[in-house]
């Protein structure tokens, strides 16, 4: 465990380096380089002029070890040694992903034995060593998409660590107040065994190549987001990263919200990252025909949405899956930026008049950094697992009990408040800082976050008593992280929002949540009703209260304990929109650019570059769209990138349907 530290600690020491280098540069885009036996020298050569012709200055590479160690147990590193020969000959830099010995399309997440676990350290060992010597290296990828949808393999590795950890736990201090308790013993190991196996990589890494920049791309974040504990891993990354597929990751949402989807993936990464910087190192290029859970084939608009949407997330890198496709087993003919005569598609050419545009505006965009509204929508990952314990087989009729709800509530008032050009963080409960003196100017959004655990109980309670706003919605605190109903044993959080919960009432598929001041907001299945105590009534009937406000402290909650969340998801979301941008921004300091009104199916982003600001909107509307504007006194456009046209003023913005406008603010 001392080499461990060891290692962990000169991770450390180069993620401080890497991060004041990273977050001074200018974002990089590029392309997976997918290398296979039966490639000639010529082939190789192809893909990376390629890349330098459209000025992409990154790649990836899958270094597989079943195309490197020959059936005797020798190595032969030829085939990839000419891609890193024809990456340094067309001046880019390469990611190196580990690859050990595997059958799947993706690779194997765990070792599947002790045994298994030394064949993998000899492959790093053998690879590490040879390539590190190769300028166009650039980093490590540890692995490539960790995370399995909630399981591990049993075996004597995995029994080991986890006797390891149990042992190592530190006792709960909260109990269910003597009540049968369940415990998430399985999911938070897996969690821990995910974290461990990233670590122990590293440490390997290390052994031979310290100071190396290592990476890791995450995967299908909405669903399995609570697999991933993002602040133990920055210990011993220098950039965190993603993939991002929406045939694969985006079946939550429609194809009109696939720019919302990328604006949400990358935003939990962004807050998962912290200090660090964060790339998307996977990002769908080209079309599917058998693989992707959804085929498609992204449109050269999609493509520049996805980019400019990730750029304005404050990503310092964007890496497609992939140039040139693979030809044998797996997916093959599918998901390249070129055609089958090595010619660049309409993808990559959108790609290409994107990577342009950063480079005219380098100084700009090198400095640029992502808006901080001050408002944040928490996850709780007992909430995933919660709801995923206590549903029960087979088809659902509603929406709330099919699983999933936990993170389309969220999305849903995410969505009412990009449509409004209002940006939010998406981040974990752990990831956010609860240590701040004073909260005011901040909002956090607790959507249907279905199972609490005590440790946030008093974080919220202090949240809100040092000045900040608490918006609660749908069941949210229903459960503890035991799955006990604290609504049957003594709600934890009644002080604090005024009063407890009474009943919930099922009423099925659409019911309406009609406020006094005349707001009607519809919601989905489930109805809370309040048992008053200090908080001001907001919608009531017949001496039900179905909605409150309440001040604590120096701060307030607006508490509405049904799912209007889920009833804006499934259809209009005009009123939670209103509801939305009434209740954050007049908590907030102000915003210096903004949509006047509900803007549906558009989107904002916003970067800062000192005193000047980037603004990023995207129209996916089948319609053109002339956007009414909020700026601040003083500011004046300059239009950076409009891929149809489009034009801005200091009062609104003009663009045709699938348009991205990029705008500088002075």
Known sequence: MNKLLL???????????????????????????????GQTTQDIDDWFRILEANEMTVCRIRMFETHMRKPDGTWDFALYDEAFRAAERHHVKAFATLFPADETVGGFKYPKSEAHLVEIAEYVKQLVTHFKTFPALY????????????????????????????AARPKAEYSSKGYKEAHFDYEEFQRYYTTWFLSWYAQEVLKYDPG????????????????????????????????????????????????????????????GAGPLPFWLTELQGGNNLYSGGKPICPTKEETGQWLWTTLGCGAKGVIFWSLNPRAATDEPGEWALINFQREASDRLAAAHDVIRTLKANSDLFAHAKPLRSGITLLLAREAFWTDRKQKLGGAEQYEARAGGAVMKSALAWYEALMENGIPADLAEMDAFDWSQESYKGQVVILAHQLALPSRDWSRLTRFTERGGKLIVEGATGYFDEHQVCVMQTGFPLADLLGGSISEFKALGERFDVKFHDGAVLPAHLWRGTIKNATGTPLAAEDNDVFATRHTFGQGETLWIPSLVGMGAWQRDNTALARLARRETLGAIPALPVLFKRQEKLALLKTLTCGDALITVMINKDKAPKKIPLLVKKGLKPQVLFADKGGHVTASSAALSPEETLVTLWR
Request: hydrophobic share 40%.
């Open 7 to 37: 290692a962990l600690t000169a991770a450390a020491l180069t993620t401080l380096c890497a991060t004041a280098a990273d977050s001074a540069s200018l974002p990089q885009i590029g392309a997976q380089v997918f290398i296979e036996p």
């Open 139 to 166: 980093g490590w990828v540890l692995q490539n998409e960790p995370g399995t949808g909630g399981s591990y393999p049993d075996n004597d590795l995995s029994r080991r660590i986890r006797k390891e950890w149990q």
């Open 212 to 271: 190396r920049h290592l990476h890791v791309n995450n995967h299908a974040i909405f669903s399995n987001f609570p697999e991933y504990d993002f602040p133990s891993w920055r210990k011993f990354l220098t950039t965190l990263g993603a993939s991002a597929h929406p045939s694969w990751h985006f079946s939550m949402f429609r194809r009109e919200q696939f720019a919302l989807a990328m604006s949400a993936n990358n935003e939990i990464i962004r807050t």
